[in-house]
């Protein structure tokens, strides 16, 4: 198994452009299921999870092409699915491929998706999903560990989510799209990957209001087209590399991000005294300088336009170098504080109780060696890493390569020491 080997205390300068958003674009795949035309999806980060959906779509006999390698676009095209159908092994490394249970159900009639099962989040069931397919007529069971769906034609209806769901939102837009009449969806997610998803929709003829509000109104219709989009950048990533410069910088310039989904998080890290700019000539530039004395600061997850879960992790690394105590809360997962049992090792001051963090800081953090637990979770580790003294190895870094796009390739572009290593005989 690949680990990282990072030696720290190096500061970080220079320029990183952002990748594409994972999270938009794995429901973007999915939703090329809709029609028998082409869809041409453009910024696909070349992460893991994104292979994953790749190989998915091809085992159900879609077309998957890419004009470069590494893949920075794909072409998909569902002109017949011989199997409408997602199967454990590779739903079990990838959670997101329940995102292909409401095309599959709108437009085949016929589903059968494996249940996803725990991570090391949390329990993270689809019982929501599955209550509001049926809301639009689908019939479902779950039998042997996989979700069954079938339908004639699903018809639209009111919807209301009791508890906000990201992916549930998704799966029920691209569900919605081709039933018959109008759905009407309450309390949807109101994360910025929705409203890229609504927009590829509506190029493929869907008739969608609402996306980004708690309500969103669609309007089915009997069938979608191909069309061309490209994704958005990864808000999350992008937040990392903020972080990143703000515990390790120098100055760092993300180019290709877009600033306007990170308003939680520049709030807080401005709150710790971090001083992080847009550029006027430029509105996809933001550019970060690590303060003198990081200040502490209060964190709780919450959902868009919340301080984002994804970001917990890495905040925590931050709080470990910054004065005072930041008292941080995890609202979203149930058990996303893995990070912090590691972090303990490096060092860190870290009092766990339950789903809440307290963290003294500044403290000096040494290299040690520590595993990742998930994907940001190993962000929070390399983050850690590189200012702690002396060298930190990290175990399991296939967790980092589902969500972050060359990563290594980027930190050592602006300056950092770290590389990848395959320790002998694994
Ligand atoms: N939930 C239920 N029942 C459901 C669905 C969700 O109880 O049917 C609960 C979950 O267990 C959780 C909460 O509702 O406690 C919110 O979960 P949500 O459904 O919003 O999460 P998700 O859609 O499975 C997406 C992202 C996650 C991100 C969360 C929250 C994708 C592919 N995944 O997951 O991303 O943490 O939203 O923002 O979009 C990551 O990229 O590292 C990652 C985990």
Known sequence: MEQFRIQGGRKLRGEVRISGAKNAALPAMAAALLTREPVHLKNIPHVRDIVTMAKLLAHMRCRVESPDIPPSAFTIQAETVSHAEAPYELVKTMRASVLTLGPLLARFGRARVSLPGGCAIGARPIDLHIQALEALGGEISVDHGYVQARAERLRGARVRFPRITVTGTENILTAAALAEGETILENAALEPEIGDLA????????????????????????????????????????????????MAGGEITLTHCAPHHLGALIAKLRECGVDIRCDAADNSILRVRAPKKLLAADVITQEYPGFATDMQAQFMALATQAEGVSHIREAIFENRMLHAVELLRMGANIHIEGNSAVVTGPTPLTGAPVTASDLRASASLVLAALVANNTTTIDRVYHIDRGYERIEEKLRGLGASIERVSPSGS
Do not use: S
């Open 199 to 246: 927009e590829l929709l509506v190029k493929m003829g869907a008739k969608i209001e609402g996306a980004g509000t708690p309500t969103i109104w669609i309007e089915g219709v009997k069938e979608l087209h191909g069309t061309e989009h490209t994704i958005i950048p990864d808000r999350i990533e992008a937040g990392t590399f903020l972080v990143a410069g703000a």
